[in-house]
């Protein structure tokens, strides 16, 4: 027995009973729901099913002053004075109960409810040194490889590996695992005469003639682009746009295709701005805009409320945005949890998650010019140039003077991000503004000049956001890195935001995640799923690597090239491992059904881009054109019927023939086609696509007007073949650009059946081909890689 | 080993998941109790109609009318001002139940007896598209999934041949797009299906080829299948054609109402040119319960005022929008009942947040988040009930506060599904509907 009760039932039992009698019952029927039981699931942190919770005191503070109830929270929450702490949140108590409320407390609060308060949980160290993706990458062992440690795990089970695949299939699953596209028919029979020839030299060459291509970039630029949530439109009710948001995109494919090194490439994405010797990389001198500090730029791709209420909050989102992105995407952390309490599982506490926050506090967005200006242009686009900019300028004016003086600059800038977006004040019409700087830029392809990108703003650590809450401040956070990744302290922290330290954090040797996610990424993209299945999650609810030593031989790779990414790809395609068969042995398939193994290739559906993009390519219509600005989706007739408010322009239907990276990606308005096929919502950070199979994809693929445009587009060509040859090089042509394979005879006999049948509604040989076009596309093996 | 439905869309390559999955959802742990409803029709009025214009009466604004509000105001998205402004309807009592509607709704105000008021909403989000993503996904960015895309993950369809969540166009899409009736990170087939008005009803629907060409095709079709090797995706992938194929024939008949009677279509007022278009899709959402499709949903049609968001001009904006859904939605509430469907289907209808009872210019409202409400009908829910209030000037809500994830709690519930355990694992946490909020409303629930 407590001294305390002791004392309370010499003192006065009558008290006691006040208690079980008027405030007991109360506090159970409309308290413990929220405020019993675990303290880190009580809400405000505030427990109420003993002496000691109301004691201890909850988020806002102590809960109860003995003696005082008017300085007693409680009593104020109950009373409803305060808009923000009204309890119970339903309704509030009727008056009689609340005046009990306040002669207990004045009578001192008598209250026989013992019982410990259970202790968090919460130990971090414990966390990190039992969690595997936390522990340094493994040294070498003598005479690893790729395939040293896939065998070793197929001989731990006694199973075998399937054999080599068929060169043409081989050949397909590397252009789409590069490039994204199928093998063209040249292509397809140039390797197969190397290959007859010296099969490992033929595969050596093509890996490295393929590696070397701009295709390149445009098909590994897209799961980047997911990754950091990639839009060129802000959502919400007017999804306004970013310009030259696809600069960003262009930085991406050119950092593929010139093998930016991996850990140079996270550092521009955190702090570009902030490097002083910028490194240039012939892509980018050639095009004349792309710079480290176009990277920063994706920091700023979130969501955008539109006349927001509350500019602190909408801040907040903002750089919990960034955390999320920067955890995900780079360290496959997610710490979203530990914005309002420690994480449940892994080893971040709420603590690091506000020293990370504090590194974006003390980040805002600017601009920066990129690129010389215009030198090299011709007397006549000079004075063109001239032109655009005087209106321009004149337009900006115009708009200054209209400005109303009611409207604060505050408002002003709330209504119209857009102001802030170009460092110039342009609220109003800012669709002529954009096209005003289309023009701009046909002149002079490396305008604007600019980009944007992340500033340095202040040198500010962040408050603990108790539960989250950001009317609720907590104490102030130095900023640091992670406290299992050794809790560095950011040196000078008056100096600057800090992110160039963070981002050398990021990549610091000693940090095993990195280099282990994005290894694990590579991965993924050549073999469909990564060794670590949840790609942006190494924590406690991913899912552990099924060949640790082999992702940590990758990671090591990765180190020991410099973190080029070209390389380790390169090394990963020469594996027997990536060139197997995918037909599984049928052991294989009883003890390793989901193939983790890996004794066998899996198959895989292709990706919205990768249908879209083979689609357009074996039609022939190609526009192999690189960078620049975005085409408008098409937008269907259906959507526009009633001529909605907020329906975007509408682009070309088979958007000009370029490649789906190239098509503009808008919050309200995804591509219907692609969008039908998994393309990602781009509000969040994506690491792995959903795969689903849907009537909608096959009602896309047998009556998309885009299917249909396209094959009319191919018959005439087919059409032409038959003319010059005959049908059935024509139907072999079909199928090798198609599946990358020729009609086997069944097939052949399926098609004279179709014909037979179809023999009144082919009025022409186009009719004809366009039939089997559109025929070849819905062939079940079409969107699959194997 | 039992797979739990996530285990079970993977393996399967997710989506066509809803067909399949009738046979895993029965007696699954998210089952709470015997289903009062199986469907739910929600009626979106979007743009904020006002809580003291509509459905809850303040007296105090007209004897206070042009005062200033004997309280702070919160902040607004236009600031407005803190002026009480009356009401420019006349309320009355109707029903047994006693409940007040203004003259806003004549045809509505007859079925007072089949109503639950909710008028203690609140959630605190005061723009549209993020109240519009609160309202569908219980957060206000894009990205969650919608409340249809976790019902019908969590129940399957009845109808194979329909998609199970569907929406339907009435002529404006709402603040922030399709985001509020999409599936998330939920497979993309559990998102909602638009139906849109016009000759193309569902996007690629319209058969590209005759009945006969596009036959010869799928014989085609299935014919490489089959001399394809097998794989499960192979089989999944067929599956779809045929679905699709289905689809093209039964979704047209769904949509086609000149075989309903006269006097269903005079019911749905489809003779007053004023509600002909919302009457239509009411209709057409009967007809979508009726064969089984999950959840239906309908926006606020267009009409000559903006929807229900009167900055100014309250009057003739929330006159235009209630004459456009006022008739419609009393004939699909009959025609529910009279066919027997009422008990089994969720009417629920409502906006992102109501309006101030302070002005904004002469005549007009400011959003407010704080206090608002929606009301439902059928479907196992407490009729002729008015749940909770507001303060006396309508401001906030006091009495019984319902919090969206409440009511996406209770809507849940009275599916059958414990909005605790409906779940989904996505990038390192589970997630719900309700995110870690929510409780079942039990008070306006049929006892």
Same mark, same amino acid.
């Given at each position: 027995?407590?001294?305390?009760?002791?004392?309370?039932?010499?003192?006065?039992?009558?008290?006691?009973?006040?208690?079980?009698?008027?405030?007991?019952?109360?506090?159970?029927?409309?308290?413990?729901?929220?405020? @019993?039981?675990?303290?880190?699931?009580?809400?405000?942190?505030?427990?109420?099913?003993?002496?000691?919770?109301?004691?201890?005191?909850?988020?806002?503070?102590?809960?109860?002053?003995?003696?005082?109830?008017?300085?007693?929270?409680?009593?104020?929450?109950? %009373? =409803?004075?305060?808009?923000?702490?009204?309890?119970?949140?339903?309704?509030?108590?009727?008056?009689?109960?609340?005046?009990?409320?306040?002669?207990?407390?004045?009578?001192?609060?008598?209250?026989?409810?013992?019982?410990?308060?259970?202790?968090?949980?919460?130990?971090?160290?414990?966390?990190?040194?039992?969690?595997?993706?936390?522990?340094?990458?493994?040294?070498?062992?003598?005479?690893?490889?790729?395939? =040293?440690?896939?065998?070793?795990?197929?001989?731990?089970?006694?199973?075998?590996?399937?054999?080599?695949?068929?060169?043409?299939?081989?050949?397909?699953?590397?252009?789409? @695992?590069?490039?994204?596209?199928?093998?063209?028919?040249?292509?397809?029979?140039?390797?197969?005469?190397?290959?007859?020839?010296?099969?490992?030299?033929?595969?050596?060459?093509?890996?490295?003639?393929?590696?070397?291509?701009?295709?390149?970039?445009?098909?590994?630029?897209?799961?980047?682009?997911?990754?950091?949530?990639?839009?060129?439109?802000?959502?919400?009710?007017?999804?306004?746009?970013?310009?030259?948001?696809?600069?960003?995109?262009?930085?991406?494919?050119?950092?593929?295709?010139?093998?930016?090194? =991996?850990?140079?490439?996270?550092?521009?994405?955190?702090?570009?701005?902030?490097?002083?010797?910028?490194?240039?990389?012939?892509?980018?001198?050639?095009?004349?805009?792309?710079?480290?500090?176009?990277?920063?730029?994706?920091?700023?791709?979130?969501?955008?409320?539109?006349?927001?209420?509350?500019?602190?909050?909408?801040?907040?989102?903002?750089?919990?945005?960034?955390?999320?992105?920067?955890? %995900?995407?780079?360290?496959?952390?997610?710490?979203?949890?530990?914005?309002?309490?420690?994480?449940?599982?892994?080893?971040?506490?709420?603590?690091? =998650?506000?020293?990370?926050?504090?590194?974006?506090?003390?980040?805002?967005?600017?601009?920066?010019?990129?690129?010389?200006?215009?030198?090299?242009?011709?007397?006549?686009?000079? @004075?063109?140039?001239?032109?655009?900019?005087?209106?321009?300028?004149?337009?900006?004016?115009?708009?200054?003077?209209?400005?109303?003086?009611?409207?604060?600059?505050?408002?002003?800038?709330?209504?119209?991000?857009?102001?802030?977006?170009?460092?110039?004040?342009?609220?109003?019409?800012?669709?002529?503004?954009?096209?005003?700087?289309? %023009?701009?830029?046909?002149?002079?392809?490396?305008?604007?000049?600019?980009?944007?990108?992340?500033?340095?703003?202040?040198?500010?650590?962040?408050?603990?956001?108790?539960?989250?809450?950001?009317?609720?401040?907590?104490?102030?956070?130095?900023?640091?890195?992670?406290?299992?990744?050794?809790?560095?302290?950011?040196?000078?922290?008056?100096?600057?935001?800090?992110?160039?330290?963070?981002?050398?954090?990021?990549?610091?040797?000693?940090?095993?995640?990195?280099?282990?996610?994005?290894?694990?990424?590579?991965?993924?993209?050549?073999?469909?799923?990564?060794?670590?299945?949840?790609?942006?999650?190494?924590?406690?609810?991913?899912?552990?690597?099924?060949?640790?030593?082999?992702?940590?031989?990758?990671?090591?790779?990765?180190?020991?090239?410099?973190?080029?990414?070209?390389?380790?790809?390169?090394?990963?395609?020469?594996?027997?491992?990536?060139?197997?068969?995918?037909?599984?042995?049928?052991?294989?398939?009883?003890?390793?059904?989901?193939?983790?193994?890996?004794?066998?290739?899996?198959?895989?559906?292709?990706?919205?881009?990768?249908?879209?993009?083979?689609?357009?390519?074996?039609?022939?219509?190609?526009?192999?054109?690189?960078?620049?600005?975005?085409?408008?989706?098409?937008?269907?007739?259906?959507?526009?019927?009633?001529?909605?408010?907020?329906?975007?322009?509408?682009?070309?239907?088979?958007?000009?023939?370029?490649?789906?990276?190239?098509?503009?990606?808008?919050?309200?308005?995804?591509?219907?086609?692609?969008?039908?096929?998994?393309?990602?919502?781009?509000? %969040?950070?994506?690491?792995?696509?959903?795969?689903?199979?849907?009537?909608?994809?096959?009602?896309?693929?047998?009556?998309?007007?885009?299917?249909?445009?396209?094959?009319?587009?191919?018959?005439?060509?087919?059409?032409?073949?038959?003319?010059?040859?005959?049908?059935?090089?024509?139907?072999?042509?079909?199928?090798?650009?198609?599946?990358?394979?020729?009609?086997?005879?069944?097939?052949?006999?399926?098609?004279?059946?179709?014909?037979?049948?179809?023999?009144?509604?082919?009025?022409?040989?186009?009719?004809?081909?366009?039939?089997?076009?559109?025929?070849?596309?819905?062939?079940?093996?079409?969107?699959?890689?194997? | 080993?039992?797979?739990?439905?996530?285990?079970?869309?993977?393996?399967?390559?997710?989506?066509?998941?809803?067909?399949?999955?009738?046979?895993?959802?029965?007696?699954?742990?998210?089952?709470?109790?015997?289903?009062?409803?199986?469907?739910?029709? #929600?009626? #979106?009025?979007?743009?904020?109609?006002?809580?003291?214009?509509?459905?809850?009466?303040?007296?105090?604004?007209?004897?206070?009318?042009?005062?200033?509000?004997?309280?702070?105001?919160?902040?607004?998205?236009?600031?407005?001002?803190?002026?009480?402004?009356?009401?420019?309807?006349?309320?009355?009592?109707?029903?047994?139940?006693?409940?007040?509607?203004?003259?806003?709704?004549?045809?509505?105000?007859?079925?007072?007896?089949?109503?639950?008021?909710?008028?203690?909403?609140?959630?605190?989000?005061?723009?549209?598209?993020?109240?519009?993503?609160?309202?569908?996904?219980?957060?206000?960015?894009?990205?969650?999934?919608?409340?249809?895309?976790?019902?019908?993950?969590?129940?399957?369809?009845?109808?194979?041949?329909?998609?199970?969540?569907?929406?339907?166009?009435?002529?404006?899409?709402?603040?922030?797009?399709?985001?509020?009736?999409?599936?998330?990170?939920?497979?993309?087939?559990?998102?909602?299906?638009?139906?849109?008005?016009?000759?193309?009803?569902?996007?690629?629907?319209?058969?590209?080829?005759?009945?006969?060409?596009?036959?010869?095709?799928?014989?085609?079709?299935?014919?490489?299948?089959?001399?394809?090797?097998?794989?499960?995706?192979?089989?999944?992938?067929?599956?779809?054609?045929?679905?699709?194929?289905?689809?093209?024939?039964?979704?047209?008949?769904?949509?086609?109402?000149?075989?309903?009677?006269?006097?269903?279509?005079?019911?749905?007022?489809?003779?007053?040119?004023?509600?002909?278009?919302?009457?239509?899709?009411?209709?057409?959402?009967?007809?979508?319960?009726?064969?089984?499709?999950?959840?239906?949903?309908?926006?606020?049609?267009?009409?000559?005022?903006?929807?229900?968001?009167?900055?100014?001009?309250?009057?003739?904006?929330?006159?235009?929008?209630?004459?456009?859904?006022?008739?419609?939605?009393?004939?699909?509430?009959?025609?529910?009942?009279?066919?027997?469907?009422?008990?089994?289907?969720?009417?629920?209808?409502?906006?992102?947040?109501?309006?101030?009872?302070?002005?904004?210019?002469?005549?007009?409202?400011?959003?407010?988040?704080?206090?608002?409400?929606?009301?439902?009908?059928?479907?196992?829910?407490?009729?002729? #009930?008015?749940?909770?209030?507001?303060?006396?000037?309508?401001? #906030?809500?006091?009495?019984?506060?319902?919090?969206?994830?409440?009511?996406?709690?209770?809507?849940?519930?009275?599916?059958?599904?414990?909005?605790?355990?409906?779940?989904?694992?996505?990038?390192?946490?589970?997630?719900?509907?309700?995110?870690?909020?929510?409780?079942?409303?039990?008070?306006?629930?049929?006892?």
């Amino acid at each position: 027995m407590s001294p305390c009760l002791g004392k309370a039932q010499e003192t006065d039992a009558g008290k006691l009973d006040f208690f079980e009698n008027k405030i007991r019952p109360i506090l159970v029927e409309h308290c413990y729901e929220c405020h @019993s039981g675990d303290q880190d699931e009580a809400m405000g942190g505030l427990l109420l099913d003993s002496r000691t919770g109301w004691q201890r005191g909850g988020d806002s503070g102590v809960a109860i002053e003995v003696g005082d109830p008017h300085k007693s929270l409680l009593i104020h929450a109950l %009373k =409803y004075s305060d808009r923000d702490l009204q309890m119970p949140p339903e309704s509030k108590l009727p008056d009689a109960v609340i005046r009990d409320f306040k002669s207990w407390i004045r009578e001192g609060a008598i209250d026989p409810r013992d019982g410990e308060l259970s202790q968090s949980g919460f130990d971090l160290q414990a966390r990190r040194d039992s969690h595997w993706s936390w522990q340094p990458v493994r040294a070498a062992d003598r005479g690893e490889s790729i395939d =040293y440690w896939i065998q070793r795990k197929l001989d731990e089970k006694q199973m075998h590996a399937s054999q080599e695949a068929q060169p043409a299939l081989l050949l397909r699953r590397l252009k789409f @695992s590069l490039h994204g596209l199928p093998p063209t028919p040249q292509e397809l029979q140039r390797f197969l005469r190397e290959h007859q020839i010296d099969p490992d030299r033929a595969w050596e060459s093509t890996v490295d003639r393929l590696l070397a291509s701009p295709r390149l970039g445009e098909h590994w630029a897209t799961m980047w682009l997911d990754l950091v949530r990639y839009s060129e439109t802000k959502g919400h009710v007017t999804d306004q746009e970013r310009p030259f948001a696809w600069k960003y995109r262009d930085y991406v494919i050119d950092a593929f295709n010139d093998d930016v090194p =991996y850990d140079q490439f996270v550092v521009e994405h955190l702090a570009g701005d902030l490097l002083s010797d910028t490194t240039t990389y012939p892509a980018r001198i050639q095009r004349g805009t792309l710079r480290s500090a176009t990277a920063t730029g994706s920091l700023f791709m979130h969501e955008m409320h539109f006349m927001s209420v509350d500019p602190v909050k909408q801040r907040w989102d903002e750089i919990n945005a960034q955390v999320d992105v920067a955890g %995900k995407a780079f360290l496959g952390i997610t710490t979203e949890c530990a914005r309002c309490h420690d994480h449940k599982f892994d080893a971040i506490s709420q603590a690091d =998650y506000y020293a990370l926050a504090g590194f974006f506090l003390s980040t805002e967005q600017g601009t920066k010019r990129v690129a010389p200006r215009r030198a090299e242009l011709d007397d006549e686009s000079k @004075s063109e140039l001239k032109k655009q900019e005087t209106a321009y300028k004149n337009f900006l004016e115009q708009k200054r003077k209209g400005r109303r003086a009611a409207q604060s600059p505050k408002t002003n800038q709330e209504y119209f991000p857009i102001s802030d977006e170009l460092g110039i004040q342009a609220p109003g019409d800012t669709q002529k503004l954009f096209a005003m700087m289309g %023009k701009l830029s046909e002149v002079d392809p490396s305008w604007p000049a600019w980009v944007r990108t992340a500033q340095d703003a202040t040198t500010q650590n962040a408050n603990l956001l108790i539960r989250g809450e950001v009317g609720k401040p907590g104490e102030v956070i130095p900023r640091r890195f992670l406290e299992a990744l050794g809790s560095k302290p950011l040196p000078n922290p008056g100096e600057s935001s800090g992110r160039l330290w963070l981002a050398e954090q990021f990549v610091a040797p000693d940090n095993p995640l990195t280099a282990r996610v994005w290894a694990n990424r590579i991965w993924q993209q050549l073999f469909g799923s990564g060794l670590v299945p949840t790609p942006s999650n190494f924590g406690q609810l991913g899912t552990p690597p099924s060949h640790p030593e082999l992702l940590d031989y990758l990671a090591r790779r990765l180190r020991q090239n410099d973190y080029s990414t070209k390389l380790l790809i390169r090394e990963v395609l020469m594996s027997d491992a990536f060139r197997r068969s995918s037909v599984a042995s049928l052991p294989a398939i009883e003890r390793d059904p989901e193939n983790q193994l890996l004794s066998h290739y899996s198959k895989r559906r292709m990706t919205a881009e990768q249908i879209r993009d083979s689609l357009v390519l074996t039609a022939g219509r190609l526009d192999s054109q690189m960078a620049g600005s975005s085409v408008d989706c098409f937008v269907p007739s259906y959507a526009t019927a009633n001529k909605p408010s907020n329906i975007p322009n509408s682009g070309p239907l088979d958007g000009n023939g370029r490649r789906s990276v190239y098509l503009k990606v808008r919050r309200n308005f995804y591509d219907p086609f692609l969008k039908k096929f998994d393309f990602p919502d781009r509000g %969040k950070s994506n690491g792995q696509r959903n795969v689903t199979q849907d009537p909608g994809q096959a009602l896309a693929m047998l009556n998309s007007p885009l299917v249909l445009e396209l094959a009319k587009h191919w018959a005439v060509s087919l059409a032409e073949c038959e003319a010059a040859s005959t049908f059935e090089e024509t139907l072999h042509n079909l199928w090798l650009s198609s599946l990358s394979r020729g009609p086997t005879v069944a097939e052949t006999e399926v098609i004279q059946l179709l014909l037979h049948d179809l023999s009144t509604s082919q009025k022409s040989l186009e009719d004809k081909w366009m039939h089997l076009a559109h025929l070849i596309w819905n062939h079940p093996e079409f969107i699959w890689i194997e | 080993m039992r797979l739990t439905r996530q285990q079970f869309l993977q393996s399967s390559l997710g989506g066509f998941g809803a067909l399949a999955l009738q046979g895993i959802c029965a007696g699954d742990a998210t089952r709470v109790k015997e289903t009062a409803a199986t469907s739910v029709i #929600y009626l #979106y009025m979007e743009g904020g109609p006002s809580q003291v214009d509509t459905f809850e009466p303040k007296p105090r604004l007209e004897k206070e009318h042009g005062k200033p509000l004997p309280f702070d105001k919160p902040a607004t998205v236009f600031n407005s001002s803190n002026k009480i402004m009356a009401s420019p309807f006349k309320f009355s009592r109707y029903g047994e139940s006693g409940g007040w509607a203004s003259e806003l709704f004549p045809h509505l105000s007859g079925c007072m007896d089949d109503l639950t008021f909710i008028h203690s909403m609140h959630h605190g989000v005061s723009n549209h598209s993020a109240g519009c993503y609160m309202s569908h996904t219980g957060d206000p960015m894009a990205g969650r999934p919608s409340i249809g895309s976790w019902v019908t993950y969590g129940l399957g369809t009845e109808n194979d041949n329909v998609p199970g969540f569907v929406v339907l166009d009435c002529g404006q899409s709402p603040s922030g797009g399709a985001a509020s009736w999409s599936s998330g990170f939920l497979p993309s087939s559990f998102s909602g299906a638009k139906f849109h008005d016009g000759a193309v009803p569902v996007e690629f629907l319209s058969p590209a080829d005759s009945p006969q060409v596009q036959n010869a095709k799928l014989r085609a079709i299935r014919s490489f299948a089959r001399l394809s090797s097998p794989h499960s995706g192979l089989e999944s992938q067929i599956r779809s054609y045929e679905k699709a194929a289905r689809m093209q024939n039964s979704v047209p008949d769904l949509l086609d109402i000149s075989r309903e009677t006269k006097s269903i279509h005079r019911l749905y007022g489809l003779d007053d040119p004023r509600c002909r278009k919302f009457g239509s899709r009411c209709l057409i959402a009967r007809k979508l319960v009726e064969s089984g499709v999950r959840f239906v949903e309908l926006f606020s049609p267009r009409v000559k005022a903006d929807r229900w968001d009167q900055h100014s001009k309250l009057k003739e904006g929330h006159i235009n929008n209630a004459v456009a859904v006022d008739q419609p939605i009393a004939g699909l509430l009959q025609d529910l009942k009279q066919r027997g469907l009422l008990e089994k289907t969720l009417v629920l209808w409502g906006g992102e947040f109501g309006r101030t009872p302070s002005s904004q210019g002469s005549n007009g409202r400011d959003h407010n988040p704080f206090g608002y409400t929606v009301f439902m009908a059928g479907g196992g829910m407490r009729a002729g #009930y008015r749940h909770g209030s507001t303060d006396e000037f309508g401001y #906030y809500a006091e009495q019984d506060k319902v919090h969206l994830h409440d009511l996406h709690a209770t809507i849940l519930y009275q599916l059958g599904i414990n909005h605790e355990q409906l779940t989904y694992r996505y990038a390192g946490r589970d997630y719900r509907l309700t995110d870690v909020y929510g409780r079942v409303v039990t008070d306006i629930i049929q006892s």
